[in-house]
């Protein structure tokens, strides 16, 4: 079972910068298609970025694109977010999750990791 562990958040000013880690337990992360999501308070948790396995791809949502970049080396097991610019509307709750290539669902999550970003 792979365990996946959030770092890297905090409380920062709008315009500023952060980079989220997630950390996984096992070396089969290097053939998991790896997202993160975000979930504001009162609201769903919603996609923000994802990463295939080999780096080959990624995604975003539309209100991040430009300022947050999704990246992993398999060497350490680890998937980055780095988030720029940031707004006060970027506050929530920041997942990892990890699925195997080839399935929709997500298999593993993280548990969170907090982000507040002061006007």
């Known amino acids: 079972q792979v365990q996946l562990v959030e770092s890297g958040g905090g409380v920062v000013q709008a315009g500023g910068s952060l980079r989220l880690s997630c950390a996984a337990s096992e070396r089969t992360f290097s053939n998991l298609d790896m997202s993160w999501f975000r979930q504001a308070p009162g609201k769903e948790r919603k996609f923000v970025a994802a990463?295939?396995?080999?780096?080959?791809?990624?995604d975003y949502e539309d209100s991040v694109k430009g300022r947050f970049t999704i990246s992993r080396d398999n060497g350490k097991n680890t998937v980055y977010l780095q988030m720029n610019s940031l707004k006060p509307e970027d506050t929530a709750v920041y997942y990892c999750?990890?699925?195997?290539?080839?399935?929709?669902?997500?298999?593993?999550w993280g548990q969170g990791t907090q982000v507040t970003i002061s006007a």
């Open positions: 990463i295939t396995w080999s780096s080959s791809n990624t």
């Open positions: 999750a990890g699925r195997r290539r080839g399935y929709v669902e997500y298999r593993y």
